[in-house]
């Protein structure tokens, strides 16, 4: 089943005073099957970013269509897209996102406040989510009482909480030292062994090469795509290290 449908998504951004107009996509299709976990690469300015902002129905696209479960985001009312957000899509940033006032356990429970679930229902959701990830032990601590490893794990706990169709990562590795990354990337691995989509975008070469595929992106648009398939880790990483060298030296599209 496709859970993510991107068709000839185009955006241009055009200064309000003046100037020349930035193409930041254009003509981005591709598709993300239930349960896949498709990493998103390309260099500083390829519109990583600008996509991302697509998916996440945080940026509209000049022409072109997202579709979430066969449905577009370009028909969600204005005043319903955080609730959208909030239902159906979990987010994992670089910085992590975490309110310092707040606990490990309360930003974690958080998007189910939001949601209105009943406070009984609260712990029963998150409690499976949090021994998983290890962090059940620190639910009392605060953001600034741990490791950045460990705010990453609340912020995975916090996206999955509400059983999202998708998670979207942006960078989520960027903030983390060597440990914490392969301890992370661990996570990812599970959550998504166990049934879960995930669309990453990162610049680790080692982040990628866990996923089952990665997209290239270069001057707004999907270059090319490998696909992990039978490959170990170590061969999809010298896979992708191949093609992001082809990409950065101008070789031609696959």
Do not use: W
């Not at 998504?9 to 349960?35: D, H, M, W």
């Not at 696909?227 to 999809?236: A, R």
């Amino acid at each position: 089943m496709t859970v993510l449908e991107v068709e000839n998504l185009k955006k241009i951004y055009r200064p309000r005073f003046g100037g020349n107009q930035v193409q930041a996509l254009s003509k981005v299709t591709f598709s993300v099957e239930e349960g896949e976990y498709v990493a998103i690469m390309g260099e500083s300015g390829s519109g990583k970013t600008t996509l991302l902002n697509m998916l996440a129905a945080l940026d509209k696209p000049t022409e072109g269509e997202v579709y979430l479960d066969g449905k577009p985001l370009s028909a969600i009312r204005e005043k319903d897209l955080s609730k959208f957000r909030r239902d159906h899509l979990g987010f994992v940033f670089q910085d992590f996102n975490l309110l310092d006032t707040f606990n490990l356990k309360d930003n974690i429970l958080l998007p189910l406040v939001l949601q209105g679930v009943d406070y009984r229902k609260m712990n029963v959701r998150m409690m499976p989510i949090v021994k998983e990830l290890g962090i059940a032990g620190l639910l009392e601590k605060y953001p600034y009482e741990v490791s950045g490893g460990q705010k990453q794990r609340a912020a995975v706990a916090r996206a999955l909480i509400t059983d999202p169709r998708l998670i979207l990562a942006d960078e989520p590795t960027g903030a983390l030292d060597s440990k914490s990354t392969d301890e992370l990337l661990g996570v990812f691995e599970r959550i998504n062994q166990s049934g879960q989509t995930i669309l990453m975008v990162t610049h680790s070469v080692k982040a990628a090469s866990k996923a089952g595929r990665v997209l290239f992106i270069k001057d707004g648009e999907v270059f090319h795509q490998v696909y992990k398939g039978e490959q170990t880790d170590e061969q999809f990483y010298q896979n992708i290290s191949a093609t992001l060298t082809m990409l950065a030296t101008g070789g031609e599209r696959q």
